[in-house]
């Protein structure tokens, strides 16, 4: 959700929907200036969207986010309020946080972050990162602020890098699905029936296509933004080495898909061979970190976020004689 903001179209939306909760609180006999006022204020507090951590650089910032997003789902919130909550003797003690005349101690970073966890402003996930975000403020030593932004760095992209859930998984059920997720990347894409039927060779119907889209919507994976369809994350991954009847159902659809390919793609645009070998078992996991290292090399080489097609990339690595302790 965005920010409903004052003297734009927005507006409009705004009252229409305070009208519309006003009018149910007349049918219940309820009808004056303080009720309507509280009519708006419901539905600005659901205009609000919840802070991101990850698209903070400052403690200090993130907080006074996060105080706004709590008044305006509870009108009775106030800096105050939170000093009271955390045993702060000093009721305008974060007046003068944010206004960057006290500095947070260690002790109470943590309550606060318990206390936003607690609030669900902030996820389980997003804690390290506001915990690193705030230590930069407790420190001088210039190397151990670098380290932090680096250590911050990464957590940012670790959550660009979206780790399926199960439910996740479901989303990702059809080949399809993950075909169209990195469409978004295609220089040109369109969110458009037409468009994505033609995209996908007129083989998925067009209503199938526009539902995946809108489950992943749903799923937080897509959003759209300034009437645009982009991705919520940049990349997203699977467990690794965990047995799943989701995962075993994808990758015999792209084997399927590879085995359509052997006869419809020219040889110039495809690559297909395999190599058979003796080895010794416990070499294994070894070469299956090698297959990883070139699978994410590969990635940094030639994905690119204007391209115009989409490849898969399918690389498998089993037994084809040996004993039966080989299977599962």
């Known amino acids: 959700m965005t920010t409903?903001?004052?003297?734009?179209?927005?507006e409009i939306i705004l009252d229409l929907m305070s009208q519309v909760l006003y009018s149910l609180l007349a049918m219940l006999g309820i009808t004056n200036k303080k009720n309507a006022l509280f009519a708006k204020k419901?539905?600005?507090?659901?205009?609000?969207?919840?802070?991101?951590?990850?698209?903070?650089?400052?403690?200090?910032?993130?907080?006074?986010?996060?105080?706004?997003?709590?008044?305006?789902?509870?009108?009775?919130f106030s800096q105050r309020a939170l000093a009271r909550i955390l045993h702060i003797s000093s009721p305008g003690f974060f007046n003068l946080v944010l206004h960057r005349k006290r500095p947070l101690s260690l002790k109470l970073i943590e309550d606060i972050e318990k206390f936003l966890v607690g609030r669900?402003?902030?996820?389980?996930?997003?804690?390290?990162?506001?915990?690193h975000l705030a230590k930069i403020g407790l420190t001088e030593d210039i190397d151990e602020k670098t380290n932090l932004r680096t250590l911050l760095g990464q957590l940012k992209r670790d959550k660009e890098n979206h780790q399926l859930s199960n439910k996740d998984l479901d989303a990702f059920s059809r080949w399809e699905t993950i075909a169209l997720f990195e469409a978004l990347q295609l220089k040109g894409f369109k969110y458009e029936a037409d468009y994505l039927h033609r995209l996908f060779k007129k083989r998925i119907p067009a209503q199938d296509l526009i539902f995946m889209v809108q489950?992943?919507?749903?799923?937080?994976?897509l959003e759209h933004t300034d009437g645009e369809l982009k991705r919520s994350v940049?990349?997203?991954k699977s467990t690794c080495d965990v047995p799943s009847d989701q995962l075993r159902s994808l990758h015999k659809q792209f084997l399927e898909e590879a085995i359509k390919n052997i006869e419809t793609t020219d040889v110039k645009f495809r690559d297909f061979n395999s190599y058979t070998m003796c080895v010794k078992k416990d070499k294994i996991p070894e070469a299956k970190k090698l297959i990883r290292d070139f699978k994410s090399k590969m990635a940094q080489l030639f994905e690119t976020s204007a391209g115009d097609t989409i490849y898969q990339l399918n690389v498998q690595l089993f037994p084809i004689l040996g004993e039966d302790e080989n299977e599962k």
């Open 4 to 10: 409903l903001y004052l003297y734009n179209p927005g």
């Open 234 to 236: 940049s990349t997203v």
């Open 215 to 221: 489950h992943l919507v749903r799923r937080g994976l």
């Open 120 to 131: 669900g402003i902030l996820e389980a996930d997003e804690l390290n990162y506001f915990h």
């Open 42 to 76: 419901a539905v600005v507090a659901q205009g609000i969207a919840r802070p991101d951590i990850y698209q903070f650089d400052d403690a200090v910032d993130y907080l006074a986010a996060a105080i706004k997003y709590i008044k305006a789902k509870n009108s009775s």
